[in-house]
């Protein structure tokens, strides 16, 4: 666990999923997703939410990051 002068040093931020793909290559069941940050721009990541979420579904939800 990290000690809370570790934590105030995380930039996390709320960000808008904009493009969300299925994500074959992955070793688990999973989703790419483009997330739209604002002024951080576009990011990507992936996700192992498959068995919680269709893809149509997460499209234009928010979402926190660690963008640091």
């Known amino acids: 666990m990290a000690e ?5 040093k995380f930039d996390i931020r709320a960000g808008t999923i904009i493009n969300v ?3 074959p290559e992955a070793l688990k069941p999973a989703f790419k997703l483009e997330i739209d940050f604002g002024l951080l721009g576009n990011k990507k990541s992936s996700a ?8 149509d579904t997460l499209l234009g939800k928010q979402v926190l ?3 640091n």
Do not use: S, W
């Open 4 to 8: 809370f002068n570790r934590f105030l």
């Open 21 to 23: 793909q299925k994500f």
């Open 48 to 55: 192992q939410i498959t068995e919680l979420y269709d893809k």
């Open 65 to 67: 990051a660690v963008v």
